[in-house]
């Protein structure tokens, strides 16, 4: 098994890096921070141009037909330069929901307007009481005639208010307790009665906005798989998210590990470089090494996701649990490696910090991976439902 990127790889790695400074770099999440969305519609325009929206989509619907490993050097980057918006829930999770379960109609919809950067997506996954789970679905979605009609509320959705579609999981049957019963529908925002209630986040960068759904009508046709079989389509998804998240938290690392190591290398004090001084070159040692632990489970995820492994559930959760405390470390360790400039608003470390904290828990914590990594080597019968929010 070969965790190389190989030549094409390496230079969509390139063509992302080079894409990204051309746009300003870290200037990018910081216009976004101060309100200047444009920054966001120049980015998806320019990644449709150089068909990064398509690596993953069939040749048939504009895309280059390639797998989640190719998609692992344009998320690595994105991660360095802490790029803002729906990436990952577009590419990494609508994509190979589309391919796999998505009605031709479906795919003629949406995969051609994706490959060329003009639709987005993000997941309605969260409700009131908090929990990964599906008790937790409970948005009845109602079928009258032709139509669903939706009903409920859906909390801290990503970037719900500038994407086009949303994917929402909902109650269409069963009993409010079981898998059975829940289905998944897209939702057209600009044809949508939705109400929008945007929230203050501790990552800037990464919006999240609470949704209510009052009388929102669905044509049937929008209706992904099978109705009241959704669940399981639902955790195809989050695998290859959370495989996605995983890999752009690791360019955030590596990032991070070369601010550190710059910096050590020209901030003099007691008449040499910190880098000489124990404390700080053992502390980015530790750094170097959680990103190569973190690069390697971030390659073995994508790869169980792209050839649907056996143990693919267990590489994703790995590769989670780790990656999420790896990267909070990292980008703290950054900070006090910088000491007193590290807080400040001028430098970029927060950025990191930041974003590594929004992402903790985001679609399960490290405590509620490392549980399902029990129940798959059977060291446990039931994964504790996940609380996300307090």
């Known amino acids: 098994m070969d965790f ?44 449709g141009s150089l068909g990064f929206m398509g690596i993953n989509i069939s040749e048939t619907y504009g895309g280059l037909g390639l797998g989640a490993l190719s998609l692992v050097p344009i998320l690595e980057e994105m991660g360095r330069t802490v790029v803002p918006g729906p990436y990952p829930e577009t590419v990494a999770f609508a994509v190979p929901l589309l391919e796999a379960y998505g009605s031709a109609e479906q795919k003629e ?89 945007e929230l203050q986040s501790i990552d800037e960068t990464r919006k999240l906005v609470n949704v209510s759904f009052h009388d929102v009508k669905v044509p049937n046709t929008q209706l992904l798989g099978i109705e009241n079989e959704g669940w399981a389509i639902l955790e195809t998804g989050l695998n290859h998210l959370n495989a996605a998240f995983a890999t752009t938290m690791v360019g955030g690392i590596e990032r991070v590990v070369e601010m550190s190591t710059e910096y050590a290398k020209t901030r003099q004090q007691f008449g040499q470089p910190i880098g000489r001084f124990q404390a700080v070159k053992h502390r980015i040692v530790d750094m170097k090494l959680a990103l190569e632990s973190s690069r390697s489970l971030s390659y ?91």
Not at 6 to 34: C, H, V, W
Not at 152 to 162: E, N
Not at 367 to 374: D, F, G, L, S, V
């Open 4 to 47: 190389a990127l190989n030549e094409e790889q390496l230079m969509f790695q390139e063509t992302t890096r080079q894409f990204l400074e051309s746009k300003g770099d870290l200037a990018i999440p910081r216009n976004y921070m101060n309100g200047k969305k444009q920054v966001l519609e120049d980015l998806w325009n320019g990644l």
């Open 109 to 197: 919809k949406y995969l051609p307007e994706i490959a060329a950067g003009k639709r987005k997506f993000s997941l309605a996954l969260l409700e009131e009481s908090g929990e990964l789970s599906p008790s937790a679905i409970q948005l009845k979605a109602e079928q009258r005639g032709n139509e669903y009609v939706l009903q409920g509320k859906k909390l801290l959705v990503p970037y719900a208010d500038i994407v086009d579609t949303l994917i929402v999981p909902v109650r269409t049957g069963g009993t409010s307790q079981a898998e059975y019963g829940i289905s998944l529908i897209f939702v057209d925002c600009n044809q949508a009665n939705l109400t929008m209630q």
């Open 300 to 390: 073995y995820a994508s790869w169980a996701v792209e050839n649907n492994a056996e143990e693919l559930s267990e590489a994703v959760s790995m590769a989670r649990s780790f990656i999420s405390e790896a990267y909070i470390k990292a980008a703290g360790a950054n900070i006090q490696n910088h000491g007193g400039m590290g807080f400040t608003w001028e430098f970029d470390c927060h950025l990191f910090l930041k974003r590594a904290r929004s992402l903790e828990n985001h679609l399960g914590s490290p405590e509620y991976h490392r549980e399902k990594i029990a129940v798959e080597l059977g060291w446990s019968e039931n994964v504790i439902p996940e609380i996300l929010m307090s």
